[in-house]
């Protein structure tokens, strides 16, 4: 069992940066047994793959419309995951949530992850 708690979210203006957090708490298993991601949804919209990266960190993987500009870290000592987000545009404000799942290779598909948080709130003004 994992439970994800992120934090970090907020109002930004366009161009501006924020980080956001996820710290899990697992049960009977590593933090480092997990790969985690990055998800995020707008109203009215599904909710769409952000970032993904591997237990070791090796791997990461994007959508295109962040590459650049977001990176997705990890720190297996912390238990956490980070997404810090860089040149935000108004189109990146939704709810992110963070994810957990035990998968070895790259998976930008929701149903792999089998723990979530309650999602952060980003918005960016224009």
């Known amino acids: 069992q994992v439970q994800l708690v992120e934090s970090g979210g907020g109002l930004v203006q366009a161009g501006g940066s924020l980080r956001l957090s996820c710290v899990a708490s697992a049960t009977g298993s590593s933090f480092s047994r997990y790969a985690m991601g990055w998800f995020r949804q707008a109203p009215g919209k599904e909710r769409e793959f952000v970032a993904y990266?591997?237990?070791?960190?090796?791997?990461?993987l994007y959508v295109d419309s962040v590459k650049g500009r977001f990176t997705i870290s990890r720190d297996n000592d912390k238990n956490t995951v980070y997404l810090q987000m860089n040149s935000l545009k108004p189109e990146d404000t939704a709810v992110y949530y963070c994810?957990?799942?035990?998968?070895?290779?790259?998976?930008?598909?929701?149903?792999?992850?089998?723990?979530w948080g309650q999602g952060t709130q980003v918005t960016v003004s224009s």
């Open positions: 990266i591997s237990w070791s960190g090796g791997s990461t």
């Open positions: 994810a957990a799942g035990r998968f070895l290779l790259p998976n930008p598909s929701p149903s792999r992850y089998d723990y």
